[in-house]
């Protein structure tokens, strides 16, 4: 079945900078690569995804990169803010079924 | 309504005691999933459903736990004789069934403490 890494477990940034954390997958079939920012307590949410026949997708401050000959996609956060601050799961995989990553908690600094 | 709706919100159990887990998905969503998310970790995946048929239990943990999903729409996750390692919280999310629209919506979850 797939497995997905995820990196760093932590990061925490100052206002305003950028946030980068980063994905492997092992499936090659997979094809679908969701991001969801889940804060404290609440439910996860999808805040963008791409799809393997494109490299890269940007909406806003977020921006997804996928590389699939290397198997691995990133989330870029620019400009970051304190609300940005929760925890970000990547997933990979199908329509179907997706894998999650472990999660990364993201602490923006004031 | 509006979103994924999943009762009860918190549920404690005494080991050994059965649980069922509701989940109301979106009005006409005909994917629905369950997952399981252990406190710090990612959601686990543990079955998913096409309309009324389950076609993926693969991630069900043992024979304890069951779902089932009668009628295509409201879902119900059953564990038999509850451990203590089944404590977590469990997510049911909910999606159109298209290649162009596949957000997966959750609903809040239901946080199982089995004591």
């Known amino acids: 079945g797939e497995n997905v890494e995820q990196h760093p477990s932590t990061l925490s940034v100052q206002e305003g900078d950028s946030a980068v954390i980063k994905c492997t997958y092992s499936?090659?079939?997979?094809?679908?690569f969701p991001w969801y920012k889940q804060e404290l307590g609440k439910r996860p949410q999808l805040i963008i995804d791409i799809r393997s026949n494109v490299g890269e997708k940007k909406d806003q401050r977020i921006a997804v990169t996928l590389n699939k000959t290397a198997k691995h996609f990133s989330l870029h956060i620019t400009e970051t803010q304190p609300e940005d601050s929760a925890v970000y799961f990547c997933a990979a995989g199908g329509y179907q079924k997706v894998t999650f990553g472990t999660g990364t908690k993201l602490q923006v600094i004031p | 309504g509006a979103g994924v709706s999943q009762s009860p919100r918190y549920k404690v159990a005494k080991r050994g005691q059965d649980v069922a887990l509701r989940c109301d998905p979106i009005s006409g969503h005909v994917s629905l999933f369950w997952y399981q998310q252990a406190l710090g970790q990612g959601p686990e995946f543990l079955t998913y459903f096409q309309n009324e048929a389950q076609l993926d239990k693969s991630g069900l943990p043992s024979d304890r736990f069951f779902a089932e999903r009668p009628e295509g729409s409201v879902s119900t996750l059953k564990i038999q004789r509850t451990q203590q390692e089944d404590s977590a919280v469990y997510l049911c999310a909910s999606s159109p069934w298209t290649e162009q629209n596949t957000e997966a919506f959750f609903g809040q979850g239901t946080r199982l403490t089995v004591v």
């Open positions: 499936d090659s079939a997979s094809n679908y």
